[in-house]
């Protein structure tokens, strides 16, 4: 998600005030085309969320 944010603002089309964390700082250290391959990774099959240990 971080990488789809930051890409959106490299390309003008959301604020670069708005992005906060991990998004601000890949927007400032990485190129539009590193963006664009990272944001496209796939996500299928991989878990969404870490679980709670008992």
Not at 1 to 7: D, H, P, S, T, V
Not at 11 to 27: C, F, P, T, V
Not at 43 to 54: A, E, F, N
Request: net charge positive; hydrophobic share 30%.
């Amino acid at each position: 998600m971080a990488a789809g944010a930051a890409l959106a603002a490299k390309r003008g089309k959301r604020s670069k005030s708005s992005l906060k964390g991990a998004s601000r700082q890949m927007a400032k250290s990485m190129t539009k085309s590193e963006l664009r391959r990272m944001a496209k990774t796939k996500r299928k099959g991989k878990p969404t969320r870490k679980r709670k240990k008992r």
